[in-house]
């Protein structure tokens, strides 16, 4: 993902970008964690948080960093 104008976009493309697991659970670690802050050096607001949760699939996914 990235930090584009504002927004969090998924996908890959020009400027800063991280990776986070597509969980509700790797999303909560990286907010706790401050790593959108830290990998996109901006701040990203909950509702940003909240729409890319909703953008991806219902099906719930175990976070592979959520144990160690």
């Known amino acids: 993902m990235r930090y584009d104008h504002g927004a969090l976009v998924t996908g890959s493309g020009p400027g800063r970008g991280a990776w986070v697991g597509p969980s509700p659970a790797c999303v909560e670690l ?9 990998g ?8 940003e948080i ?3 949760l909703s953008s991806w699939s219902t099906e719930p996914l175990a976070c592979p960093h959520a144990n160690g």
């Open 30 to 38: 990286a907010t706790q964690r401050k790593g959108f802050r830290r």
């Open 40 to 47: 996109l050096r901006a701040e990203v607001n909950g509702a």
């Open 50 to 52: 909240a729409r890319l």
